[in-house]
């Protein structure tokens, strides 16, 4: 079992819709979640973190948290063609004896204009 | 503030030489992390460093490779004897701590080296 885990997609939404992103994680020592935006060619940029339970919401962006059913999504709002990219959710905590970032595999998402 | 520095942003290796890639954490980080993203894939954990420590090697093949982060200069990642396989982009990031009292802090990672093995 990858101790995180996305939909790699591709997902499409058309402009102005509401894109929903999914992430899942195994280890419950994990303490903060991270979702971060790649573009093609490009490094990973961080768009949101999320630690309690809940939501946070962060202009067109919100995250999701729970951590009963170890659960972590990420909303975007009136979804732009500029949010075409990769997303990735990561877990942070005691992974395997260190503390450290483990990354799902990504969720390639389109907005059709 | 410069944030992380990798270079070179492009190598090509021939099967068999050697590729060096480096690293220069943001100003104020003393915490190293490198990953490898094969093409269409998500991130993979390799190696976590501190200041002349090794603290977390257990992504990194066994063979081949080897990183370090000196009291002086940059975080190296090494690959001796490249193959096609080794054929990714490299990122480096790096945070400000690296204990629990930090687990809200997200990477900052640099532009990437793209290793080209031909």
């Known amino acids: 079992q990858k101790e995180v885990e996305q939909n790699s997609g591709p997902l499409s939404v058309p402009e102005g819709a509401i894109a929903s992103l999914n992430c899942t994680y195994s280890d419950r020592g994990s303490q903060s979640f991270f979702w971060y935006r790649q573009y093609s060619g490009k490094s990973p940029e961080l768009i949101m973190f999320?630690?309690?339970?809940g939501d946070k919401e962060d202009g067109r962006f919100t995250a999701q948290l729970n951590k009963a059913s170890q659960y972590v999504s990420l909303l975007i709002r009136d979804s732009q063609p500029s949010d075409s990219a990769t997303y990735l959710c990561a877990a942070r905590g005691i992974i395997q004896g260190a503390q450290k970032l483990v990354f799902g595999q990504g969720t390639r998402l389109t907005i059709n204009p | 503030n410069a944030g992380v520095m990798q270079n070179p942003r492009h190598l090509v290796r021939r099967r068999g030489q050697e590729a060096r890639l480096r690293c220069s954490p943001m100003k104020g980080h003393s915490h190293v992390y490198w990953y490898r993203q094969l093409p269409e894939e998500g991130l993979k954990f390799m190696v976590y460093?501190?200041?002349?420590?090794?603290?977390?090697e257990s992504g990194m093949p066994k063979e081949r490779f080897s990183a370090e982060f000196p009291k002086e200069g940059p975080s190296i990642l090494r690959i001796q004897q490249v193959v096609r396989g080794d054929s990714a982009a490299y990122f480096c990031a790096s945070s400000p701590l690296g204990g629990h009292l930090s687990s809200n802090y997200g990477y900052t990672f640099g532009s990437g080296t793209r290793l080209t093995v031909v």
């Open positions: 460093l501190q200041k002349e420590n090794i603290i977390d």
């Open positions: 999320i630690y309690s339970n």
